[in-house]
């Protein structure tokens, strides 16, 4: 049975204090140059979900270690799913976050494939709510700065038999984010898995789940042995996937605007708003097959004008290159990549109008 939002009251958080919060001066020290999702925020959320209970025990609490049963089906049989989503700062110092009802919504879908309770959008937005309230300060103000946001759900109970767990939590914790460039957007070079995949049909491809990143870290090592930053991943007929965490994107001469669809592959929420934009300004969006072939060709005979990569962390990512065991395609350099990204990191840092109201102010 679904409920809808009207039946659901909000959830009563309870707020503890962390009293070995950083001070004023340490954190700004720390947003001068934050890196990326090493350096978390003062506080946490977290909410229990029981079988019996449902979503009970909203809590903000200092953020630290844990408390985790060994026997926690999590650990044993990787039940877990996350989202990661950012918070900006404006220039009149207002919070706001992008598209978060559609995180919630994922989150929602890769519950359900992973046999997780799907926790209600109104409480995903609640969390983001409650930790910004403690932690709004952590938001930090410099060019292409940001507040990463993590929620996520896993199996707690203490059982080691395989049935989808009684007990789960939901947590969200919050890192600062720096530009995740430094010197400026370069074209990456992408290593081409010809030997491993990254999801199947029918498994869990489009869900967000630690276990497709578990299994992407060894051809990702191997796309840094072969001096590759990412690795692209083909399906078992030959079509292109995506990379470890990003979505692939085709610009064609005509200037239609491919990207490849099936359910093996996550839908990024970036994608989507960068295709929104490319069709605003007149673009044909295709979302279908896209064999490795047809890249290959399209690049040989002069079809294809660019390749890009895309997500939450990067944003944008022009590719520069497709690399095998036979060496380096390059690929054409378009402008249409960059143009996007900055028209999207313009909406979402308030420099420009919101004409699709995707932004949502967290801080108020
Ligand atoms: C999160 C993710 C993306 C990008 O999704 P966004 O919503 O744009 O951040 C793409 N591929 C995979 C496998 C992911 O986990």
């Known amino acids: 049975m679904t409920t809808t939002p009207s039946e659901l009251a909000p959830l009563e958080f309870s707020v503890t204090r962390n009293l070995a919060a950083k001070s004023a001066a340490e954190r700004e020290q720390i947003l001068r140059d934050p890196g990326f999702g090493s350096v978390f925020t003062d506080h946490m959320v977290d909410v229990c979900w029981s079988e019996r209970g449902g979503w009970h025990r909203p809590r903000v609490q200092p953020y630290g270690p844990i408390p985790l049963d060994p ?52 409480y995903f937005m609640q969390s983001l709510r409650e930790l910004i309230a403690v932690d709004g300060a ?39 984010a720096g530009s995740y460039f430094t010197g400026g957007v370069k074209p990456v070079r992408i290593w081409l898995s010809e030997t491993y995949a990254r999801a199947g049909r029918g498994g869990t491809g ?20 072969q001096g590759c930053d990412q690795v692209v991943f083909l399906d078992q007929d030959g079509n292109v996937e995506e990379l470890g965490g990003m979505n692939v994107v085709f610009v ?71 690399v095998t065991r036979d060496g380096d395609e390059t690929q054409p350099a378009g402008g249409l990549a960059l143009s996007l990204r900055e028209e999207l990191t313009d909406i979402q840092y308030g420099r420009r109008d919101d004409k699709h109201g995707w932004l949502v102010r967290l801080d108020a």
């Open 71 to 122: 026997a926690a089906a999590v650990l044993h049989y990787g039940q877990e799913i996350f989202e990661g989503i950012k918070a900006y700062r404006h220039a009149d110092g207002s919070i706001h976050t992008f598209r978060a009802e559609d995180n919630a919504r994922r989150l929602q879908r890769s519950a359900q494939r992973m046999a997780l309770p799907e926790l209600p959008v109104e």
């Open 138 to 176: 952590w938001v930090p103000s410099g060019e292409d700065q940001s507040l990463y946001l993590r929620p996520f759900e896993f199996a707690k109970e203490a059982f080691l038999g395989v049935r989808p767990a009684a007990k789960v939590a939901y947590y969200l914790i919050a890192s600062p």
């Open 206 to 225: 489009q869900a967000k789940t630690g276990g497709n990143y578990a299994s992407s870290l060894l051809p990702q090592a191997e796309a840094y042995e």
């Open 252 to 322: 064609f001469k005509d200037g239609r605007v491919v990207t490849p669809q099936s359910d093996s592959i996550l839908e990024g929420i970036t994608r989507d708003s960068l295709l929104q934009l490319a069709e605003d300004r007149g673009h044909t969006i295709e979302r279908r097959a896209v064999s490795l072939q047809e890249w290959r060709d399209g690049v040989a005979s002069g079809e294809i004008v660019e390749v890009f990569a895309c997500g939450t962390a990067a944003v944008v990512t022009p590719i520069g290159a497709l």
